[in-house]
């Protein structure tokens, strides 16, 4: 095949292969299940849910976010809406409110604008109490 993919040696693929036994094999079993999961589960009704889901979030994203979307870190004045920024790496992109939000709807937005690290360090105080980092 064409393109800028390196070429391996046969013994290279071989190496790679057993290195990624076990991840394949949990691929394969999540997979699986996944799929016994959607056949009982009905493939119609979950295609309406996601359905569902998808016409809900583009409204809560209407209605929480400066711009209706993604937009750069360095656009977003909260910080605790901030994304983090790794260094030497494409800009990630993150979420401003809207300006104009009663502190309820504000909150309901943040929770659901919050970048995953500041979130994680939300949910570490709640499960462990203190000051576990972050905010």
């Known amino acids: 095949t064409g393109g800028d993919a390196p070429r391996v040696s046969p013994a290279q693929a071989a190496s790679l292969r057993a290195w990624n036994a076990l991840d394949w094999a949990l691929y394969v079993h999540l997979n699986r299940s996944f799929w016994r999961k959607v056949e ?5 009704r979950l295609r309406d849910e996601v359905t569902w889901l998808r016409r809900r979030r583009e409204e809560m994203a209407r209605r929480c976010l400066k711009g ?3 937009i750069p870190a360095r656009g977003i004045a909260d910080g605790r809406l901030r994304p983090f920024q790794p260094p030497g790496r494409a800009e990630i992109l993150g979420y401003a409110l809207r300006p104009g939000l009663d502190a309820e709807e504000r909150e309901r937005c ?3 604008a919050t970048p995953e690290l500041q979130y994680k360090d939300i949910l570490d105080r709640r499960q462990f109490g203190g000051n576990q980092g972050g905010q």
């Open 110 to 112: 943040a929770r659901l």
């Open 40 to 44: 009982a589960f009905g493939a119609q």
């Open 68 to 70: 209706g979307g993604p």
